[in-house]
């Protein structure tokens, strides 16, 4: 019942773009997305409501395919602040059920 | 300052005895989740509440339990019966409809000798 996440890891050059995926095999309400620093809790960046809605906060972005059971986090012009491990979370029905992926570590280096 | 407190923040137990986690919250939010993460691993879920009195097991539910007597708390406990219990373990809140964010707690690192 968890999502998939791909790729990884992934290792950039500030100012280097960076797209992560999350794919669901069962139909989707939601999707979350959240980043975390080492030893830290996750903190949240967005939602994504089913009806293949877009949303973005300066140069992170996302997408939702429902029909696809997708969602991907377009990170632009990468910042050092953006190093840390992403999880998308999602949700199959109003449940309240959420489920992680394993997470895609994302390193930028100066 | 509203948010979702857990004690402590490191835990130290012996094989063979049962512990309990705190995870307070003061956010009025009628969903609480309990959470175990491995290292390089994701966030697994172990359970979930949604109102008092009232909760679900997750995906890795075995060798836990917990509680839900009011509203601010879910404490888990963690049973000699879970054989491999050493993880991160993280605690979640939110309001009882789905498109509402999940605030986490800090997190409690679980050792077991």
Redo the contacts between chains.
């Keep these: 019942?968890?999502p998939v996440?791909s790729p990884q890891a992934v290792i950039l050059r500030e100012g280097e773009d960076a797209v992560i995926n999350c794919s669901s095999s069962k139909a989707l309400?939601?999707v979350?997305w959240?980043r975390q620093k080492h030893g830290?809790?996750?903190?949240?960046l967005m939602?994504l409501?089913k009806g293949g809605e877009q949303k973005g906060h300066e140069k992170i972005s996302a997408s939702f395919n429902e029909k696809k059971q997708q969602s991907s986090l377009y990170l632009t012009a990468s910042q050092l602040s953006y190093s840390g491990t992403y999880?998308c979370?999602t949700?199959g029905?109003?449940?309240?059920?959420?489920?992680?992926?394993?997470?895609t570590?994302l390193t930028v280096k100066p | 300052d509203g948010g979702i407190t857990q004690s402590p923040k490191y835990l130290f137990r012996k094989e063979g005895q049962n512990v309990t986690l705190s995870c307070e919250q003061n956010l009025n939010h009628d969903a609480m989740y309990w959470y175990r993460q491995d290292p390089g691993q994701g966030l697994r879920l172990i359970y979930y509440s949604q109102i008092v009195n009232d909760f679900q097991k997750g995906d890795i539910a075995e060798g836990y339990s917990v509680s839900r007597e009011k509203k601010e708390s879910f404490p888990l406990t963690v049973t000699s019966a879970q054989k491999n219990p050493t993880a991160f373990y993280l605690c979640a809140s939110r309001l009882a409809v789905s498109y509402n964010e999940q605030f986490f707690g800090p997190g409690t690192r679980l050792t077991v000798l």
């Design positions: 019942q968890q996440q309400y939601s979350h959240y830290e809790a996750p903190v949240f939602i409501l999880f979370g949700e029905g109003n449940n309240n059920d959420m489920r992680f992926g394993a997470g570590r």
